[in-house]
Structures are given as C-alpha cells and as structure tokens.
C-alpha cells in the first residue's frame, strides 16, 4: 500500500511513487494486491503545516498513514477487502486556527466514485487530475 501526497515538491510524485505502482502493474498484472492512494493537498512533511502560510493550503498526511494502516490491519485480521486504488479529495483549512474535520479530511473511500478511481490499463497508469 502506498499513501503519497500529490503536493510534495521534496519527493515529486511523477519520480517516485507513480513510476513505482506502473511498474508492479506490469510485472504483476491484474493479481497485483498493491493499492495506491494519491492525497490531494499533502506532502510527507507535515511538521512544516504547523508555519504560518503552510496550513492554508496543506492537509496532514500521517492522517491517511494511520487510515493505511488500520485499513492493512482489518484486511489481515478480518479478510476485508482493500480499497480500490483512487485520488483522495481534501480540501485545506484556510487558516491554522480552523479545526480540520470530515471535509478536510474525506476517508478512502471502500467505492470510490469512478472518477476518483487511479486505474491500469494497457501499460498506462490513469490517475485522475
């Protein structure tokens, strides 16, 4: 499972992550069990949205990282299903006094809409905008 921010200047996605997931598509085909979520407004550094400037425009990723994991837990322990790979949509805070909630922070989803959905098909990995 992967959880990569798209916003992440340091580790920029289209060298890091994207490449990774195309390729154990291709090598592993339909039966790969790897799920990728792509966070819209996110980057791996979230002690940097605490910084006036930052948290207007940032949601935390470690709040997806411990969604991943707790959704690895219930696919080991309890047999459920892994959600699709798919764009999670958050949206930022506007200001660091503003509490971040359900709207900030949507869950990966179990079905995300079609639209949302990060996809293989021929050798092409088709992540939404």
């Known amino acids: 499972m992967f959880v990569t921010g798209r916003a992440d200047a340091i580790l920029p996605i289209n060298h890091t992550s994207r490449p990774y997931v195309g390729l154990n598509r291709r090598v592993e085909g339909k039966h790969s069990g790897l799920r990728y979520y792509e966070i819209l407004n996110a980057h791996h550094l979230d002690v940097l949205n ?34 699709p790979s798919q764009v999670v949509r958050t949206m930022p805070r506007g200001n660091l006094t503003t509490p971040l909630g359900e709207a900030n922070l949507p869950a990966i989803s179990p079905e995300p809409v079609p639209q949302d959905r990060i996809v293989f098909t021929g050798s092409q990995l088709r992540i939404p905008e």
């Open 50 to 83: 605490g910084f006036p400037g930052i948290a207007e425009r940032y949601v935390p990723l470690h709040h997806y990282y411990f969604q991943a994991l707790d959704l690895v837990w219930e696919h080991l322990t309890e047999k459920r299903p892994l959600p």
